[in-house]
């Protein structure tokens, strides 16, 4: 069974430069070490997933704008993360705050095309 999240996660972007942490703001569910635990709708951008550093992704406006100024050549700009729906697919066993928990094997989908995954979810337990 995977791990579930907890606040301070290590999170990886595919177009990110840097690896964020995950904050979660709501501390009624404490997991272990009494750190509150993620659910699925923990993917509020630049409030539970802060930016990945510099963004590569030539779906991202400011990164194709750069990137024409530069004549083409791939121009980098700071990561504001877009993330628009929930994580996925969530744990299908445990609930926390009447959602599904966050577990290591969850991402989220940012609009410029990133996919944000958890490289280290903090937790050394599994609850079901």
């Not at 550093?53 to 990164?63: D, E, H, K, L, R």
Request: aromatic share 4%; proline share 12%; hydrophobic share 50%.
């Amino acid at each position: 069974m995977p791990l579930l999240v907890r606040m301070g996660a290590m999170m990886a972007c595919s177009f990110g430069a840097a690896p964020a942490t995950l904050a979660v703001l709501d501390p009624t569910t404490i997991l272990e070490d009494a750190m509150p635990a993620a659910n699925i709708a923990d993917f509020a951008p630049m409030v539970n997933i802060p930016t990945f550093g510099m963004c590569n992704s030539i779906a991202n406006p400011t990164v194709a704008a750069a990137t024409a100024a530069a004549l083409g050549v791939l121009t980098p700009m700071p990561c504001i993360p877009a993330t628009s729906a929930p994580w996925v697919p969530g744990s299908p066993t445990t609930l926390l705050r009447n959602m599904p928990a966050l577990d290591q094997t969850c991402q989220c989908l940012c609009m410029w095309g990133g996919a944000i995954s958890i490289s280290m979810p903090g937790a050394t337990k599994t609850f079901d």
